[in-house]
């Protein structure tokens, strides 16, 4: 491979969240507690890489920091060019213009201003579960309510979408606003077209407004595709706020920085003028930057190799885990470097708490994460973006100190 994805890298001290707050009794109290001693830490919580991004991110960034001036600016044309080339040779997006794409103080960012342009306090607003926590804390803190449609796995554990549970749910409550995750973070699928056009059915029958976020867009594995929710149909098109950024695919969620793409001129003023509101929704002139030197054709070629190794670390571990342990079941995750597993049968069969199994994988260095906040109070949340070298001995620690096996249960 052209870049490096082997070397273990020593973030300590380097503003990590992920390596930094393990063990630390500030603000991030849902942390890990330091490992024993004996056991170094591997951070497989905070859903950011253990990788570093693609050279010409810290070049473009350099070049522009060479200049001694940071006042006032506009986003330049090379930013919106950027954008677009990108859509349109990884997602085969075509028409896509500069007076569609808006900047947004992060994902979560654009969330929190859709759901106040479109909805008042105490409205409830359609999510799949299990459900990413951001999503969670973003409706609670405008003072909105999860109607919460639950995915179900087929005969071959693929979790799907159940189209009568969302029409039934957006109906008794009168809502007019989902959340929809492609690809959808904890579980990992990337939709398939006719998954989404039956979905983007549903909303349209119950005139349903819909912020789609794709942030994981470019973490696709093993040879999946990802359908932009908007591709579907003009009316998807027209119906939907589409969330991009580069942080996720470049590890650039420190700087700042993403984009919405809408299409329908009235979704864009609401948007437009709820974000212009709050007087924060302003582009950091180096996180521009930071996406024109991602977007370059380099950028392309980091991708694609990034996917390839994620690919191997995921089919790795999915082959280890559902080989070695017995009582735990997760399905392999066709997008994003998250794996989700339910521990509900192996807690019961071991006669502990899904707490004393998180805690027993946090004493070996383990830094995965609790499954709770997710909706699934038997969950475990895993990162899978390390070096491989990592990969391999996580596993390894829970094989021999957190998983027995059943002959010793």
Known sequence: MKYDFTTIMDRRGRDAIAVDAIGSKGSWSSAPTAPKEGFSAIPMWVADMNFATVPTIQEAIIDRVN?????YFSPSDAYYQSIISWQETRNHVTGLKAEHIGYENGVLGCV???LQAFTAPGEKVLLHSPTYIGFTHSLEDTGRVA????LVQDENGVWRMDYEDMDRRLKANKIHLAIFCSPHNPCGRVWEAWEIEKAMEVYAANDCYVISDEIWSDIILNGNRHI???S???DAKNRTIAIYAPSKTFNLAGLIGSYHIIYNDYLRDRMCHTADMSHYNSMNVLSMHALIGAYKPEGHEWVDELCEVLSGNINYAYDFITTHFDGVT??????????FLH????CKKAGCTIDELVQAGWDVGVAWQKGAPFHDPWGIRMNFAVPFSLVKEAMTRLEK???LPSYML
Do not use: N
Request: proline share 11%.
């Open 67 to 71: 200049h001694p001036a940071f006042g």
């Open 147 to 150: 109607e919460l449609s639950p």
């Open 112 to 114: 929190c201003s859709a």
């Open 228 to 230: 932009p929710t908007q």
């Open 232 to 234: 579907i149909s003009e």
């Open 330 to 339: 997760t399905a392999k995750p066709q997008g994003t470097y998250m794996m």
């Open 343 to 346: 521990c509900e049968d192996y």
């Open 401 to 403: 100190y957190v998983f």
